[in-house]
Each structure stands twice: as C-alpha cells, then as structure tokens.
C-alpha cells in the first residue's frame, strides 16, 4: 500500500470527521467512534472526496478493543503515518463542589485513562516517521469546568511528556489548539453562544492540515 495511513480517534463527528475529509485524498482513513451510523455518513463523504476509509466502531475506553484494533493494523499494514486523537467526553459544567461521580468517572475513562492505554498501542505503529496529533483547549481552571479541565488538561500533560521524550527519536508528537468551533461539545458549553461568529470545523481542519502533514 503506497497511499498513507491515518488512525482518526473520534472521528464520526466535529474536528475528527472534518479532519478525515480534508485527508481522504491522501491518506486511507481509519475511523474509530461509538456511532456506526455516523461512522457510515463519514465513510460516504470521505469516498465523495475520492478516498477511502477502514470504520472501527469500537469504544476507545475498551483496552482489548483497542489492543485488537493496533493488533489488525499491523497485521493489515504493517504502520502507521498519522494518528490524530479527537476523541473527548464533555462533562457537564459543575461547581467543583457538586461534581458527579460518574460523570468524573466517564471523564477520567474517555479523556485521561484511554489516552494513556493508547498511547503504548500507537506508538509502535508509528515508529520512528510518523505523527500524533494532540488537541488542547485550555479550560483547565476556568469557573465550572473542574471535571472537563482537568481531565483534558491531564491528556494534554501526557502529550507533552510524550513529545519531549520522543523530540530526537520520534515519532513526533504535536499538540495544536483549534480555533473555537460550533462543535456540540461547545454547544453544550456555551448554549447561548452566537455560533454564526465561529470557524466551522472544516474550515478549522483547512486551517491546520499544513502544521498536521508538516514534518
């Protein structure tokens, strides 16, 4: 197989789907969500665009399906090019001192603890050559946004202790930070916010497709 590979974690919706569209020309897309449904939408417009995608409908919180998942991509490809992690649970906004546990728990699951068990898995897969690319939204600390800050922004520390440690042998590791989208994670964030004002998704994945394919 001569066209490269990218994994797209999250990627039935928002920046992850957007992302596999602007990429399909180049690349052959594995897409992994919970929404088979919107996995299949997502399989018909990256062939619209000319490419082609592998669907994963796994949940990413699942360590065997995601150890079965790299498993499959060795064996099917033998690497990886580009792994883009878009996958994140939006928990809702809370003083500190009314968090829910089980949404504290489903926030530690999605954003912090499947980061941590994938980063292992892609890794090998990506070698010396290829690249992880990390999302920040820095929220951490911000009024009623203790569960969702502090898990993204655990994610985020991970990222970079990761790019540090791989600068000189790879793979590379970067973490960019998306202009505000009228995404239905920000929706649930900011309900009355004037979303006509925000860059779209895709406008944002055409935004940092050079600093993604960049090497």
């Known amino acids: 197989m ?23 020309p180049t690349h052959h897309i594995v897409a992994v969500a919970r929404t088979t449904g919107a996995l299949e939408e997502l399989d018909d417009r990256v062939k619209a665009k000319g490419g082609a995608a592998t669907l994963a409908p796994m949940d990413i919180t699942v360590a065997d399906a995601m150890a079965t998942l790299c498993r499959g991509i060795h064996d099917r490809w033998g690497k990886l090019d580009l792994w883009i992690h878009t996958a994140i649970h939006a928990a809702p906004l809370t003083p500190a001192n009314f968090i829910a546990p089980k949404d504290w728990q489903k926030s530690v699951d999605i954003n912090t603890t499947a980061t941590s068990v994938l980063i292992p898995y892609v890794a090998p897969l990506l070698g010396a050559e290829g690249k992880a690319v990390f999302f920040d939204d820095p929220q951490a600390g911000q009024k009623f946004f203790s569960t969702y800050g502090a898990t993204k922004a655990a994610q985020i520390a991970m990222a970079q202790s990761w790019q540090a440690e791989t600068a000189r042998t790879g793979p590379k590791v970067e973490i960019l930070t998306p202009a505000p989208m009228p995404t239905a994670l920000r929706g649930r964030f900011f309900p009355g916010e004037d979303r006509s004002a925000l860059a779209t998704t895709h406008e944002e994945a055409a935004r940092l497709l050079p600093e993604i394919l960049a090497r």
């Open 2 to 24: 001569t066209q490269q590979l990218a994994l797209i974690t999250g990627a039935s919706r928002g920046l992850g789907a957007a992302l596999a569209e602007a990429l399909a």
